[in-house]
């Protein structure tokens, strides 16, 4: 997904610092009143420099705390959130305050206030800084080797999946179910929406007991779990995080499931077997790539028997006219190497074209947004043994990630979308209800 700020884009530093006249001896020295000049006041930010100088509201829930000259390096190399982030995680630059506020006040940021001799001032400012070009964090990633073939999509999973298990579990809570949540109602906790997520995908999957359910990023294994206890199915998960099949695995075997269910440490593209009678797809078609998509839902189709259905689930762009894929941006570098998201209706187009008939779609954006906020109180709450177990760098980036994350569904950035389709039968069957059966419409 895309991240949903482009907080602090400073105003002409793309420019040549001879196009202003700018020399050693002419930049204006820097301090907080020059992020005061592009915040507006009303945003209710505050600003303190590593010089000792402040400037706005210093009583504000919202700080910025600009500690190093590296973090001012680091904004002005690039000025966009690459640049924010890397302060951030760094260390050269704090937010005093929640994460989400202090994106929600800065995003979108305008600079219509600003005048030429403004824009001027800030060049000749930040101009020196930004050809520095410091080192990035260690945790900035940039993937190698042609995208999404098998060894870079297992790369890219690895480096977001394999955090740890621990980490994970204070975050997600005791369903580690790292996708979006379904709210029977606004005050629902977090597990009983969870509950209902997975509950929706079986009753919408039609699954009677006896009927077999192939998973496919599966993650921790809730979704086969939950079907396999609740509707008496045999159910494959698989996932290319081998942190998160060990965990599923051993899920599944203390609840004495293991001769209904198993979790495989696989490349959805490996696996053998065919003749499902559902198949569920919750949180991988990110990972797939726009391109793909043909051979990823005809892949899924020709795993269903006649008349099985299969559900997708996946974070979207609003627009089909939005780019799949932003090399540079936060998500990009330091979350989901690769991730690609496309609009609602190219993911319905490609599944039709497949074979697929589309019975029902839905989006859930609102409910995506409780639960990015539900994650970013589970890090606050357990923050020292995240930092304890991952370091302060990983905490960091999770929490700016699902603070701008939540930000992004709520304004209509991204969205989520779950569409059920069904593999008719050559006569035309598709052993559908008249009307949908599963309690929602």
């Known amino acids: 997904m895309r991240l949903s700020f482009s907080t602090m884009t400073l105003p002409l530093l793309s420019v040549r610092s001879n196009s202003w006249g700018v ?15 592009i915040v507006p006041a009303e945003r209710g930010v505050g600003f303190r420099a590593y010089d000792g100088s402040t400037a706005g509201p210093q009583d504000s ?13 680091y904004l002005a190399g690039s000025p966009n959130q690459i640049g924010l982030a890397r302060a951030y995680v760094n260390g050269d630059l704090e937010i005093v305050g929640d994460a989400y506020t ?6 979108p940021l305008p600079l219509d206030h600003l005048t030429w001799s403004d824009k001027i001032a800030l060049a000749r400012t930040f101009a020196p800084y930004a050809f520095k070009r410091p080192a990035p964090p260690a945790l900035e990633r940039r993937q190698r080797g042609r995208r999404h073939s098998k060894r870079r999509d297992a790369d890219a999973i690895h480096h977001h999946y394999d955090v740890s298990n621990r980490f994970y579990s204070y975050v997600l809570g005791p369903s580690m179910a790292y996708t979006c949540a379904v709210y029977p109602t606004a005050d629902a906790s977090l597990e009983t929406a969870q509950e209902e ?31 396999v206890k609740n509707y008496g199915v045999n159910a494959i998960g698989v996932t290319l995080s081998q942190q998160q099949a060990l965990w599923g695995q051993e899920a599944i075997d203390d609840a004495g499931l293991g001769s209904s269910a198993q979790i495989r440490f696989s490349d959805y593209r490996d696996v053998p077997e065919s003749g499902f009678d559902a198949v569920s797809s919750i949180g991988l078609t990110e990972h797939i790539g726009r391109a793909n ?40 570098r330091y979350v989901f190497p690769d ?31 409780k639960t990015c906020d539900a994650w970013c109180r589970n890090l ?26 939540r930000l992004g569904f709520e304004r209509n950035e991204v ?16 052993d559908f209800p008249l009307r949908p059966d599963w309690g929602s419409v």
């Open 197 to 227: 997520k997975f509950d929706l995908v079986c009753r919408k999957l039609g699954l009677q007991p006896g009927m077999r359910l192939l998973d496919v990023g599966c993650g921790w294994g809730g979704l086969v779990l939950h079907a």
């Open 293 to 332: 998509y043909p051979s990823y839902f005809s892949f899924l189709y020709g795993k269903l028997r006649a008349e099985g259905r299969m559900l997708n689930h996946t974070i979207t762009r609003p627009s089909d006219e939005w780019k799949s894929h932003f090399r540079n941006s936060f998500i990009t």
């Open 339 to 369: 991730g690609e998201l496309s609009g609602p209706a190219q993911v319905m187009t490609a599944m039709n074209s497949a074979g697929f008939e589309i019975r029902h779609e839905e989006n859930l954006r609102e409910h995506y947004a």
């Open 380 to 405: 606050e709450a357990n923050w020292d043994a995240c930092v304890e177990e991952v370091g302060e760098a990983t905490a960091k980036v999770w929490g700016l990630y699902m603070a701008g994350s």
């Open 415 to 430: 969205q989520l979308h779950q569409v059920l389709g069904v593999r008719l039968h050559p006569d035309g069957r598709a």
């Open 23 to 37: 020399t050693s001896e002419s930049f204006l020295p820097f301090g907080a009143g020059t992020f005061s000049m």
């Open 61 to 73: 829930d919202v700080v910025l705390d600009v500690r190093t000259p590296r973090a001012v390096e």
């Open 102 to 107: 202090a994106l929600s006040r800065l995003y």
